[in-house]
């Protein structure tokens, strides 16, 4: 079962919506797919800004396009 993508109320800063949290030399945030190539393992060559939800939604963001279901809705079966 793929896990419920909450709606989150506009944030700024990276990781306000779920993700990671880390920006990115470029100036972007990253995502959790990319994480470990933009910003090394450990995560050194990016900035950590730990705004709020930080990682909330690592599973939903990680899920296959296909399989991800808003916050709510129902399952499918």
Not at 37 to 53: L, Q, S
């Given at each position: 079962?793929?896990?419920?993508?909450?709606?989150?109320?506009?944030?700024?800063?990276?990781?306000?919506?779920?993700?990671?949290?880390?920006?990115?030399?470029?100036?972007?945030?990253?995502?959790?797919?990319?994480?470990?190539k933009v910003c090394g393992n450990p995560p050194n060559r990016?900035?950590?800004?730990?705004?709020?939800?930080?990682?909330?939604?690592?599973?939903?963001?990680?899920?296959?396009?296909?399989?991800?279901?808003?916050?709510?809705?129902?399952?499918?079966?």
């Amino acid at each position: 079962m793929a896990a419920a993508c909450p709606d989150r109320p506009p944030c700024h800063g990276c990781g306000c919506k779920g993700g990671p949290g880390y920006r990115g030399p470029d100036g972007h945030c990253v995502g959790f797919r990319e994480l470990d190539k933009v910003c090394g393992n450990p995560p050194n060559r990016c900035v950590f800004e730990n705004a709020p939800g930080t990682g909330e939604n690592r599973e939903c963001a990680l899920a296959p396009r296909g399989k991800r279901q808003k916050a709510g809705a129902p399952a499918a079966e």
